[in-house]
């Protein structure tokens, strides 16, 4: 089993506040991932990172923005959260073969 | 850039039947294939994957996915479905040495019932 960790898991915020989804994974994965996920869509890479201090943004515009200071930890923060910032943010690492462990998710909405 | 296909979006059928979803990706490349699976609030976890060899791969729960490559297919399979496979399937392509980016599938949603 995974051991990928998300918090919070359920987020409900009023537009404009600044908000940090946190993601963890206790594997000492290099890869890490996020993606977002409207209800009915497909998922949609939005960052990742194969290091620390190395981020990049994925195939999905996004507002947000991700650091990697350390190995284990890739939060991912919006600055100013809109009603469109509303989805399922779903964090993700691998090691060097090419597989893909997913955490539970946060459930983001924004009123 | 890849894209990836499911064409069934909804599924529904009673245990025991067979089960096949499809899952067609664009890709000029070498790729490697998975399926997904979401159970009812849980994580979403491998099924199973193909990275090269047997273009017939097992994965866990008896489900099965054969590659064809002239197809740009790799369908999903299980001879007899039951109630517990209730869930979303997604089908995710990565190009070979692409580093783990996963390009998904909009998703297939399969209902068993009793």
């Known amino acids: 089993e995974a051991d990928i960790y998300q918090t919070p898991r359920y987020l409900v915020i009023g537009t404009g506040k600044k908000i940090t989804l946190e993601c963890s994974q206790t594997m000492g994965h290099d890869k890490m991932y996020w993606y977002q996920q409207d209800p009915g869509m497909e998922l949609h890479l939005i960052h990742y990172?194969?290091?620390?201090?190395?981020?990049e943004k994925g195939d999905l515009s996004s507002e947000s923005t991700v650091s990697r200071i350390r190995t284990e930890h890739f939060p991912l923060t919006l600055e100013s959260a809109r009603p469109s910032h509303t989805s399922q943010y779903l964090c993700?690492?691998?090691?060097?073969?090419?597989?893909?462990?997913f955490g539970p998710g946060t459930r983001l909405t924004v009123l | 850039a890849q894209s990836v296909s499911q064409h069934n979006h909804h599924v529904i059928l009673s245990e025991a039947a067979s089960l096949e979803l499809g899952c067609n990706y664009s890709y000029g490349g070498t790729v490697n294939l998975f399926w997904y699976v979401q159970y009812p609030g849980q994580h979403l976890q491998l099924l199973l994957k193909y990275f090269s060899g047997d273009p017939l791969v097992k994965g866990i729960k008896g489900f099965e996915a054969e590659f064809i490559k002239s197809k740009f297919s790799f369908n999903l399979r299980k001879p007899s479905v039951q109630w517990s496979d209730t869930a979303e399937y997604f089908c995710?392509?990565?190009?070979?040495?692409?580093?783990?980016?996963?390009?998904f599938g909009t998703g297939t949603q399969l209902k068993v019932e009793l």
């Open positions: 990172s194969y290091g620390v201090n190395s981020t």
């Open positions: 995710a392509v990565t190009p070979t040495g692409g580093g783990n980016k996963l390009t």
């Open positions: 993700a690492s691998s090691d060097g073969l090419p597989m893909v462990n």
